[in-house]
């Protein structure tokens, strides 16, 4: 179980930070959502607190459930941007006190006029504002406390990192993109209400298994596993 978790053996005594694999599947994880109808569902929990201002802990039916709060909460992101996306209803937008005058290379540029039409399906407002530069007036609500100029420039190198042809990807690509820039951060403290928010939120996800990059959002640990690590039980 140790390994299974940790991807270490509990007699090796360094623990060595490793790249995340670009996938992780649903078989491989292990995560507070099982295919058990009780985990996805409950939302009486016992909130326990938050270690390091980066993962929640609480406790639902006897189990304790270490929560990422930037995974879960870039997977909420995920979802809301990408059904405002394809939504076919006026889209959830707002527009900015002060537009931003973005200057642009200009193969930066290029892959602008290219992509307009995405960054207008997901809520941006914007527009060719002479030569190689963008006039952006609106972005969308999640995104709107945001440096929104600093958003949409690493937006568009995300985009330029994916083949023009694949329209596709291109797409999840950017939708990735903007939950990852809109979702808290680790680091961040979260207050009460906040957690009890996001938990709600999380819950009614149809797959808050991992986050859009393939991170899980929680881990799973009952008596027995916990009892196992202090030696207590074999």
């Known amino acids: 179980m140790y390994e299974k978790i940790f991807g270490k053996n509990l007699d090796e005594e360094e623990i060595e930070e490793k790249s995340i694999p670009n996938k992780i599947t649903e078989d491989n994880i292990i995560s507070i959502f099982d295919n058990d109808e009780k985990y996805s569902v409950s939302k009486n929990y016992k909130f326990i607190g938050i270690v390091f201002k980066t993962y929640i802990i609480i406790e639902i039916d006897k189990e304790m459930y270490i929560i990422d709060q930037h995974a879960a909460h870039e997977r909420i992101m995920y979802e809301k941007i990408k ?21 642009l290379t200009h193969k930066e540029m290029d892959i602008a006029k290219d992509n307009i039409s995405i960054f207008e399906k997901a809520g941006f407002i914007l527009e060719e504002f002479g030569d190689n530069t963008i ?17 949409f420039l690493e937006t568009l190198d995300e985009i330029n990192t994916v083949a023009r042809t694949a329209k596709q990807e291109i797409e999840e690509k950017f939708i990735a993109t903007v939950a990852c820039k809109a979702a808290v951060k680790a680091k961040m403290a979260l207050d009460r209400q906040e957690v009890d928010s996001l938990m709600e939120q999380l819950l009614e996800l149809p797959n808050p298994f991992t986050c859009p990059h ?5 881990i799973r640990m009952n008596l027995t596993d916990i009892e196992k690590k202090f030696a207590r039980r074999k």
């Not at 393939?214 to 929680?218: K, V």
């Open 83 to 103: 059904e405002n996306f394809y939504s076919e209803d006026d889209k959830d937008s707002q527009l900015l006190l002060l537009p931003d005058i973005i200057t």
């Open 135 to 151: 006039k952006l007036m609106g972005a969308p609500n999640v995104c709107i406390d945001l440096d929104t100029k600093e958003l």
């Open 214 to 218: 393939g991170r899980p959002t929680a």
